[in-house]
């Protein structure tokens, strides 16, 4: 019978999909309803000790864009192609009742081998380290650590978009020394190496690395001709999912096969967990798709990915960089001379 378990250092997943933080895990029902679809992990929705980012929930906005950069209704139908541009907020709630529901929800999720994640957004360290001593006390059995929000250069002092590989190793080290239980770092796509950021993030103890975070972008509309939304967004859809395939292959090659990575940034189904699944992630976070589309996202890719297993007699360890590892230098690749021409439109030849 094939396994659709995977493993996370010292965390066995039931199953390699993540409902990703976001907007739809705010809340302690949708938190329920991910657990309910069937989510290997669930990340709550990340905190931070800043005002200024829970007052950034009150901000923000949200627009579904198609091919050619028009809105599309916010119907829960969003087709696969769709891009999400937003700004964004961290957790409203208390630190303390969000402490609360977050650990008594992983005990909830321990009973059917399923987790709720902690996730910090790093914004004063020494706070970060706190806030992280205190999720460990409170039985949460893994820590998010994200330092790739793309928000950073937009919201200095609140959230941060770590790009320098000391500092990322120095400020993993903290809390990582810090708390007995696996911290997942996430990281930034928005460098000209993000394999190089993985290592620093496990230099400094991250036991596994997600890549990566969303871009940051700004859209012109045609009949204002002033920014959507108003302002800089965090942009994502279906089409980071090379992007994000190329940066897992890299990390597997620089950080070596077993070094954990979890996918994130384009995912928008199950057969997108397989993708990142055999570009070298050991799990894969969905959130766009399911803040778009619902809970459901959830429960399809759970069902595609065992279905997928099972057609061909695999396990889901055994897919991990299948293709990451088959990947040809150019300069190894067959010439083949005027095969071009082939391509080219009319008019070109």
Known sequence: MISTETRIGRI?????????????????????SALAAGAGAVVAKSVNETQAAKDQLDRTDYALLDGSWNRLPWDFTAPRDATLASRSGLQTMDFDAWLEITARLDAEAAKTGQYVIGSIILADLDAAVGMARRMAAAGIRILEYNIGTPYGDEAAGVVTTERATDRVTEIVRAVCEAVDIPVWVKITGQSENVAALAQAARDGGAEA???????????????????????????????????????????????????????????????????MMLAGAHAVQISTAIFTNGFGVLSDAVTTVAAYLDARNDNATDIIGRAADKIVPFGDLPQRPGFWEKFAPPGAI
């Open 12 to 32: 066995t997943l039931k199953n390699p999909v993540i409902c990703g933080s976001g907007e739809h895990v705010l809340t302690e029902a949708g938190l329920r």
């Open 209 to 275: 690395v997600s890549l990566m975070g969303r871009f940051l972008g700004m859209i012109p509309e045609l009949d204002t001709q002033a920014p959507l939304l108003g302002t800089n967004l965090g942009t994502g859809g279906g089409w980071a999912l090379p992007i994000t395939c190329y940066w897992l292959a890299k990390s597997r090659a620089q950080l070596g096969p077993d070094a954990p990575t979890i996918g994130m940034n384009g995912a928008r189904d199950g057969n997108d967990v397989i993708r």
